[in-house]
């Protein structure tokens, strides 16, 4: 394998983190590419794997929101350097509790954003995922 480009945040194994599911994937939670921090799509669910908000979306955003905090602040960036935001709900009566909350962590951001409805995500108890893409400011 050749030298990686950039920096993984928090790797894992998705037979792991989805043992009701016969999956056996590299991936991270956050990616460092340069300047940019790429993070994979969050859900209710800690780093410890205990679902926050059970039937709850807005619950769910703001657990979702911790966990992107923590893991800009881990690849060197934060909140604050968001530069787009993809946020995905399982049914449309959903995204005024999940904009709310996602609105409170990025008040004052502007960033750019894109809002889908999908028929499901990977695990029936999550509601939202929302993912993000930031930048690290020059020193």
Same mark, same amino acid.
């Given at each position: 394998?050749?030298?990686?480009?950039?920096?993984?945040?928090?790797?894992?194994?998705?037979?792991?983190?989805?043992?009701?599911?016969?999956?056996?994937?590299?991936?991270?939670?956050?990616?460092?590419?340069?300047?940019?921090?790429?993070? !994979?799509?969050?859900?209710?669910?800690?780093?410890?794997?205990?679902?926050?908000?059970?039937?709850?979306?807005?619950?769910?955003?703001?657990?979702?929101?911790?966990?992107?905090?923590?893991?800009?602040?881990?690849?060197?960036?934060?909140?604050?350097?968001?530069?787009?935001?993809?946020?995905?709900?399982?049914?449309?009566?959903? !995204?005024?509790?999940?904009?709310?909350?996602?609105?409170?962590?990025?008040?004052?951001?502007?960033?750019?954003?894109?809002?889908?409805?999908?028929?499901?995500?990977?695990?029936?108890?999550?509601?939202?995922?929302?993912?993000?893409?930031?930048?690290?400011?020059?020193?």
């Amino acid at each position: 394998m050749s030298q990686p480009t950039h920096t993984r945040i928090r790797m894992f194994n998705t037979k792991d983190t989805y043992p009701n599911q016969a999956l056996n994937n590299d991936l991270c939670q956050a990616v460092r590419a340069g300047n940019t921090v790429y993070v !994979r799509g969050q859900v209710g669910t800690d780093f410890d794997g205990k679902l926050v908000g059970l039937g709850d979306a807005g619950l769910q955003a703001e657990q979702a929101m911790k966990n992107i905090k923590q893991l800009l602040e881990e690849a060197g960036s934060d909140l604050s350097h968001i530069v787009k935001t993809t946020t995905y709900i399982v049914d449309p009566r959903y !995204r005024e509790p999940v904009y709310l909350e996602v609105g409170k962590w990025l008040k004052g951001v502007f960033p750019i954003s894109t809002g889908l409805v999908v028929s499901g995500l990977a695990q029936p108890q999550w509601l939202v995922e929302i993912d993000v893409i930031a930048v690290i400011p020059e020193a």
